[in-house]
């Protein structure tokens, strides 16, 4: 079992660049998440999939953001243009059967300068 | 919106001593889970809890869903150092699969 995987591991960019987190869930997983942890605001969950449907997208902080999942084993988080305050570990977790536990990837360390 | 609190924020222990950390919803939860998180790692699933007044133990941990399945608990016995890390618990909110994340309560052990 490879688990979820999260890429990039780090990733640094300037202020007003492009940014795209790509995650793959553990194969026969039906559902995805974004959660975004910072010091302040602990983890926040973003949005979430269900067969590959956006179910609930009321966490995402603004238009810059938005996710797709195009198909069962990939889906991407990104940001457009990014702002400093972006700076945070974004996790996507995923989850079988729709009933837990959640299983979380590595994260990916985002760093907007 | 559901809002889950822990508390404390922050413990630090002395190797040995225990500790607990208490979990609050501002809604009725149909269950509730509990995951650790290392410094550095991500959040790793612990237990979950569905019955109301459930009790459940892995070795040193104690895990207790309340009566009104509007709080829980976690409760370690002489911690070790490798009990560091933060303890989040969680629950669905407005539906089964959205699941929140309380605020979190990160353990130090002091050896």
């Known amino acids: 079992d490879a688990g979820v995987i999260q890429s990039p591991r780090h990733e640094v960019t300037e202020m007003g660049q492009e940014v795209t987190l790509r995650c793959k869930p553990i194969s026969g997983h039906n559902s995805l998440f974004w959660y975004r942890q910072t010091m302040m605001r602990g983890l926040e969950l973003l949005i979430y999939f269900n067969n590959n449907v956006p179910i609930d997208d009321s966490g995402m902080p603004e238009d810059r953001f938005s996710a797709k999942m195009p198909n069962a084993s990939f889906s991407t988080l990104k940001i457009q243009p990014s702002e400093p305050r972006d700076s945070a570990v974004y996790f996507c977790a995923s989850q079988g059967n729709s009933r837990p536990p959640l299983h979380f990837g590595n994260g990916t360390r985002l760093t907007v300068t | 919106g559901q809002q889950v609190m822990q508390i404390p924020q922050y413990q630090h222990v002395q190797e040995g001593e225990d500790f607990t950390t208490y979990c609050n919803s501002s809604t009725t939860l149909s269950n509730i889970q509990w995951y650790k998180q290392r410094p550095g790692g991500h959040p790793v699933f612990l237990i979950q809890?569905?019955?109301?007044?459930e009790v459940k133990k892995q070795k040193r941990l104690t895990f207790q869903f309340g009566e009104a399945k509007k709080n829980s608990s976690l409760h370690i016995t002489a911690t070790q150092t490798t009990d560091v890390g933060t303890y989040f618990c969680?629950?669905?909110?407005?539906?089964?699969?959205?699941?929140?994340f309380g605020t979190g309560t990160k353990l130090q052990v002091i050896p």
């Open positions: 969680a629950g669905p909110a407005g539906g089964y699969q959205k699941v929140t």
């Open positions: 809890l569905v019955k109301s007044g």
